[in-house]
């Protein structure tokens, strides 16, 4: 595999990679960080790879490790891992099947296990067989079917509760937002530019990153040539969001979400999901 191949087929993979990744860190904008990790790990390992006969497999592995890393950090900040008895639990697995996996929210994926949650999504998402999963996974066939049935279990009975992610909104990050969406709806984008911090950082996730004010300054002349697009402001997993109406993409109401972080007054980093569309399975996204 050449690597002009290895790059394209990257990109390919990349919407089930976040897919995944999300689902086992609980977070489409961390499962997209997360992405972003497994894919420079897998182009530091291309080298020395040799013949890469299932290349799906061989970055489905990559990403997992990636999202392993991630939990880590997380434990590492106080996030508990759940128990993985499940005494308390109907034993109706059999009815949890893959439209229940389809339909269940990243928190709700939250409540299973590591091994649990990497079994069902393999099984119920991807649709692997046991053995591939356990190949993947690197453990035995009866340790998957084990960790399948507690997970598919578990998140039968957890499916239907309701996911609370809602944060108190700071009230100046609010104005600083309201503020953004109003200026952008104007297409007042020289104000934007001067809202810039010295080192402003912007990520347009899946296509280039800039850094510095005078690069990201041009970050809008995509958007001064698109009259079309509209911002709103919205909340998605407890944060405040812009959501981006582009009719351009698509017909939805909202076509992707843009993250804004401040320092101080000034703006410092821009992360933009519209060569990203993928995201917005994941997400739950509210007007605000």
Known sequence: MESEELTAWMAEMRPRLHRYCARMVGSAFEGEDVVQEA???????????????????????????????????????????????????????AAADTRVAAAASLAHFMYLSTIERAAVLYADVFGYSLIEASDLLGTSVAAIKSALHRGRTR????????????????????????????????????????????????????????????????????????????LALGCAEGRMVLLASDPTIGAGVTSYV???????????????????????EALDVRCA
């Open 258 to 280: 843009i993250l804004l972080g401040w320092d101080g007054d000034r703006l410092a980093r821009i992360r933009d999901f519209r060569y990203a569309p993928y995201v917005m």
């Open 39 to 93: 894919l420079v790990h897998a182009l530091q390992a291309w080298p020395m790879a040799g013949d890469i006969r299932q290349p799906q497999a061989w970055l489905m592995r990559i990403a997992h490790n990636a999202a392993l890393d991630a939990l880590r950090r997380k434990k590492r900040q106080g996030w508990a891992e759940p128990e993985t008895a499940l005494d308390d639990l109907p034993d109706d697995a």
């Open 155 to 230: 998140l039968k009975a957890v499916a239907q509760a309701p996911v609370d992610q809602q944060r108190e909104m700071n009230d100046i990050d609010r104005e600083r937002l309201a503020a953004y969406v109003e200026r952008f709806n104007a297409r007042d984008f020289d104000a934007l530019r001067n809202l810039l911090s010295e080192e402003v950082r912007t990520d347009l996730v899946g296509r280039a990153r800039m850094t510095g004010r005078k690069d990201v300054g041009k970050y809008f002349g995509r958007y001064e040539e698109n009259t079309a697009c509209r």
